[in-house]
T-cell receptor
Framework: GQQVMQIPQYQHVQEGEDFTTYCNSS?????IQWYKQRPGGHPVFLIQLVKSGEVKKQKRLTFQFGEAKKNSSLHITATQTTDVGTYFCAAQKLVFGQGTRLTINP | KAGVTQTPRYLIKTRGQQVTLSCSPI?????VSWYQQTPGQGLQFLFEYFSETQRNKGNFPGRFSGRQFSNSRSEMNVSTLELGDSALYLCASSHSVDTQYFGPGTRLTVL
């Protein structure tokens, strides 16, 4: 079945540093979604990307969808302690990546 | 608008028993999806219902079943519980094909 590989599994940064998580699929995706889950919480929808090469920004967060629609990334500029959590990508909301757990040293 | 609600929030069962979990979507949302979340397997899709019809199904055994009612509320049932069914079961509702809102989940522990 379809799989989405997400890396890295864990990332620890100093507050103020940047952070990036990547998702890769072996098949072309019609769309990809990104979610954030705080410790002890539930996933919260961040964004959906649909178009090839699409780039969307939400304040310090930048989301990209690859030209071939097989990969995507989430980049956070100048992390803050509120960014702590696990970030998931999801292919067509059916197949989730394993998530990247972000911890931040204040 | 009220968010997605799930009941019960916590549940303890023993092996062999069955369990029914309930999900009430956001008002006006007709699509409800169910997911299982475990530390080892991550988030795995169980099934999706739209207007009382199962639209998609994940790769879970037949012990896992679900249904949706005319008011869009959904239930999922797990029969003959196994230890490995211990997980957080999440329900998500959506109005359109993009944004999806998750509920707080039901934490199921199988002893």
């Amino acid at each position: 079945g379809q799989q989405v590989m997400q890396i890295p599994q864990y990332q620890h940064v100093q507050e103020g540093e940047d952070f990036t998580t990547y998702c890769n699929s072996s098949t072309t995706l019609s769309n990809i979604q990104w979610y954030k889950q705080r410790p002890g919480g539930h996933p919260v929808f961040l964004i959906q990307l649909v178009k090839s090469g699409e780039v969307k920004k939400q304040k310090r967060l930048t989301f990209q969808f690859g030209e071939a629609k097989k990969n995507s990334s989430l980049h956070i500029t100048a992390t803050q302690t509120t960014d702590v959590g696990t970030y998931f990508c999801a292919a067509q909301k059916l197949v989730f990546g394993q998530g990247t757990r972000l911890t931040i040293n204040p | 608008k009220a968010g997605v609600t799930q009941t019960p929030r916590y549940l303890i069962k023993t092996r062999g028993q069955q369990v029914t979990l309930s999900c009430s979507p956001i008002s006006g949302h007709r699509s409800v999806s169910w997911y299982q979340q475990t530390p080892g397997q991550g988030l795995q899709f169980l099934f999706e219902y739209f207007s009382e019809t199962q639209r998609n199904k994940g790769n879970f055994p037949g012990r896992f079943s679900g249904r949706q009612f005319s008011n869009s509320r959904s239930e999922m049932n797990v029969s003959t519980l196994e230890l490995g069914d211990s997980a957080l079961y999440l329900c998500a509702s959506s109005h359109s094909v993009d944004t999806q809102y998750f509920g707080p989940g039901t934490r199921l522990t199988v002893l």
